[in-house]
């Protein structure tokens, strides 16, 4: 006679198969989640590329790029530089936008009460957050993987456009630029599925969210370079390693992108946001498994 127990664990693979099936149909069906990814790709363009390149085109690079001179504006503007390049918005910006990714994606379900009619018929609890956490997760890197294509492919046309080089970065360093934006922007995702949870709605959750990421570490961050006993703890706040890791990718120097720190070394970024991810994405599945759904 076959156990109860041994069918409930081959059944929950493809239980948790389903549910990712289903949260990612019902992202790609939800106008918001086309909305919170569009404008980020179009910022990213913009701020990456547009303005440098008419800041390099009318010779007015002081005052529109950081003060870079022309000739490093211009290769930053390469597809060698697009791994350097397309992380440093993420920190600050790209990270604020997923968070109220992640918080719409969780939060919502709470105000039309899609939540309570799927943690009571069918997957588990912890299937049907578990599918969540994981298509946020694979909705990342599907982003990242765009955002990496299309300013590649607007590096190579301004790259062609001056008659510079059409070289692209080595494959490490493709790989490093990836994984870096993927770490920065799950973070930030699993950031807003906690706190659209906790709140149990997506507009707290999103004025929380952006408050934190915007202006509250910021703030800590200035207290902890006056007071060093909590700078500690500041120099491992979320923000601090998100922006640690991409500075990490920075090649040229002068100011830096809003977001964009030195405060953590390459690795020791990665483990913090290693730890955030999982802290972040555990604490969303123990609430909705914990908590009363009414």
Do not use: C
């Amino acid at each position: 006679m076959t156990d109860r127990g041994t069918l409930d664990n081959h059944g929950a693979f493809p239980a948790l198969v389903a549910s990712v099936r289903a949260e990612l149909l019902r992202l790609r069906k939800w106008p918001a989640f086309w909305i919170v990814l569009g404008t980020w790709i179009l910022l990213n363009l913009t701020f990456a590329y547009l303005f440098n390149y008419l800041a390099y085109t009318t010779g007015s690079s002081t005052r529109m790029s950081n003060g870079l001179p022309r000739d490093a504006l211009l290769q930053q503007m390469l597809p060698a530089a697009v791994p350097e390049v397309f992380t440093q918005g993420m920190a600050l910006f790209g990270g604020a936008l997923l968070l109220v990714l992640g918080a719409l994606a969780t939060g919502s379900g709470y105000g039309w009460g899609s939540w309570k009619t799927a943690l009571t018929q069918g997957p588990s609890r912890a299937n049907v957050i578990g599918a969540v956490v994981l298509s946020l997760a694979l909705t990342v890197v599907a982003l990242v993987l765009v955002a990496f294509a299309v300013d590649t492919g607007v590096a190579m046309l301004i790259a062609g456009s001056q008659g510079q080089s059409l070289a692209l970065p080595s494959m490490g360093r493709i790989l490093l630029g990836i994984g870096s934006g993927a770490a920065i922007l799950s973070m930030w995702t699993l950031a807003g599925a906690l706190v659209g949870t906790a709140a149990r709605g997506p507009a707290l959750a999103v004025g929380l969210g952006l408050v934190w990421v915007l202006v509250v570490e910021n703030l800590l961050r200035g207290v902890g370079a006056i007071f060093s006993p909590i700078q500690a703890v500041t120099d491992h706040l979320p923000g601090t390693a998100a922006g640690s890791l991409a500075g990490s990718m920075r090649t040229v120097s002068g100011p830096a992108t809003p977001g964009v720190l030195s405060v953590l070394s390459r690795g020791e970024s990665l483990i913090v946001l290693a730890v955030y991810v999982m802290l972040f994405a555990g604490g969303t599945i123990w609430l909705v498994r914990r908590r009363d759904m009414a």
